[in-house]
């Protein structure tokens, strides 16, 4: 089950600068569990505390999973994971 | 130093003005490597707040596919302060996530003189820098 998973420029020092990688897992949670095996440090910047991290969006087929599970949302074979540096402040 | 066409800024005020006393928001796009913001975007704040702004992340992704289609990157990202000084607060300093932009806050508190700053925020760490604006 593999997915590709875009990287925004402030993690791609995890990916040795790939703007665009290969991951696998049914869901979520697996393919961040995968993507850690491979480019380490790259889950504490989504994760935290068992959630996703406030200042991501992560978008399954252009979907944001906060609508859609979270974590626990699915992935399928060929699925495009998107992930972006939420933009907010006060 | 934040280079930047006179019309430009007049829409980011425009914009703080408008949806003042909330908090506005956007994005100025220009070609990748260029550092020259050209494209101006409004963004909806989803917070709809006059303390707190946040892109809707729909929209958001929509706007960075176009610009990725394009070979754009965000040169500037800027949002106003309404009742504050156009200085980035914890809360921007904390989400600021896009390490090659330039972040312009205007502040609206005064009704008739707007304050305009930028600022690059890298790892936590806020410099402010010059803008120069240019005739349009």
Redesign the interface.
Known sequence: MAVTVSIPTILRTHTGGEKSVSAAGTTLAEVIDDLENNHGGLKARLVKEGTLHRFVNVYVNDEDVRFSGGLAAEVKDGDNVTILPAVAGG | MLVIRRDLVDAMVAHARRDHPDEA?G?IAGPYGSDSPERFIE?ENA?RSP?????D??E??KV?REMDANDEVPVV?Y?SHTATEAY?????????????AHYVLVSTRDPIEHELRSYRIVDGVVTEEPVKIVES
């Open positions: 928001c994005v963004m917070e303390t707190f702004y946040r892109f992340a729909a958001q992704l960075w990202i949002h980035p607060s914890r809360t921007d300093i904390s989400f600021a996530g896009e390490p090659e």
